[in-house]
């Protein structure tokens, strides 16, 4: 059994070992995945912490069945992180969404900074590019990206699923860039 | 979407584009739904993607570190805990190999029953002397007389061994496995550290601090 699946089944089970080894494996990508969100450093250790005890403790949140652990448990940082801002900042980041991407390049950057995300996105037709920065990478919602293109809602969470998925067979192991 | 598959909200969910009732209703649905909890899986996967193509800190900060750590041992509860499995005889004694020099006919076990109900009992984490060894803690009375060790998942075989005086004296062992292993050892000398070892070398050591004096 490989190591990631033995910490998976503690995760679940709420072995308090899985607890500090889910830690130990992937704090940085948590802490990273909350910290792109909220740019604060203690914001985002204290939205780690609440997130990374929350699961362990319910235990039934994660099953093995859906897939990386890793994966499930920086969705769920990066979420609340999401939502902690979306609480507290709401007028702020509608602000900052609607300056120009220079003003905000150190968010865009921080995204987009390796060759095979930017040649991924460039997979995207340009809808799906445009939409899904606005999500990703502004942060928006998709009322907020609706609005702010002229576009129904129901329109836009289409195209970032579609979106979404396109990027996942290009990243997934065989998928190349030249895919689709 | 209610007892339907979740569909887009899948890649919905997994980009924090759902309300907490729709995000509710995902994580509902994907505990009982093979195929929507792979479609969830992978749209995770693409976004831990994006966030691992992004600034991504080398080490989260220690201070971090230290409240999870923290967070995850509530000392009371597990010890507890302990305690109440001794009164119930659940305690796994056949998930070791125990070599009790001291005592092998159940008196060790009473003693402590009765040092953790009536007495007070220490207990102190086990310290890593190679990266990846298992999480470890031993429990111990404060006037000395038993230990008794508490193993997280081990890969390897590991031998327990008590330090006494200048010597090392092997008193249990663990087997391998994804389960927390435990082992009850009777000993009536004063040991200064417990050590975990495989193949021979310590990985772990807990350092053993009485609080009585030796009689």
């Known amino acids: ?180 | 979407m209610l007892d339907d598959h979740i569909g887009e909200n899948a890649e919905l969910y997994a980009l924090g584009q759902l309300g907490d009732l729709d995000a509710s209703r995902v994580e509902r649905h994907a505990r009982t739904c093979d195929a929507c909890a792979r479609r969830l899986g992978d749209a995770e996967a693409a976004v831990l993607h994006l966030i691992e193509s992004g600034d991504v800190a080398s080490e989260a900060p220690p201070e971090l570190d230290r409240r999870v750590r923290f967070a995850g041992q509530p000392p009371r509860a597990w010890i507890a805990a302990v305690a109440a499995a001794f009164l119930i005889g659940l305690l796994p004694w056949g998930v070791t190999t125990l070599r009790n020099p001291t005592d092998a006919s159940g008196s060790s076990q009473q003693l402590a029953m009765n040092a953790m109900l009536a007495g007070h009992f220490l207990h102190t984490p086990f310290a890593a002397v190679i990266p990846g060894a298992p999480n470890a803690k031993v429990i111990y009375p404060r006037e000395g007389g038993w230990l008794y060790v508490l193993v997280g998942a081990a890969s390897q075989p590991i031998e327990v061994a008590a330090v006494v005086g200048n010597q090392r004296m092997p008193i249990a062992s663990i087997s391998p496995g994804a389960a927390t292993r435990a082992a009850f050892v009777a000993i009536p000398q004063r040991v200064s550290a417990v050590q975990l070892l495989e193949n021979g070398a310590p990985i772990a050591t807990a350092r053993i601090v009485y609080a009585s004096p030796a009689p």
């Open chain 1, 1 to 180: 059994m490989d190591e990631e699946l033995v910490l998976a089944r503690g995760f679940v089970n709420r072995q308090a070992w899985a607890y500090e080894a889910a830690y130990r494996a992937h704090g940085n990508v948590l802490y990273s995945a909350a910290l792109q969100v909220l740019r604060n450093p203690n914001d985002a250790a204290d939205c780690v912490q609440d997130v990374l005890l929350r699961l362990w403790r319910r235990g039934d949140a994660y099953r093995v069945e859906r897939g990386s652990l890793r994966a499930f448990l920086a969705v769920c940082v990066r979420n609340e992180a999401l939502s902690r801002l979306r609480k507290t900042h709401t007028r702020e980041r509608l602000v900052q969404t609607l300056q120009p991407a220079s003003d905000t390049g150190d968010i865009a950057t921080g995204v987009v900074n390796r060759e095979s995300i930017r040649g991924a996105l460039e997979l995207l037709t340009e809808k799906q590019r445009e939409t899904i920065e606005l999500a990703y990478m502004r942060h928006m919602t998709h009322e907020e990206i609706a609005s702010a293109l002229g576009e129904p809602a129901g329109t836009v969470k289409s195209r970032l699923s579609s979106a979404l998925r396109k990027l996942r067979e290009v990243f997934a192991p065989g998928g190349t860039l030249d895919a689709g």
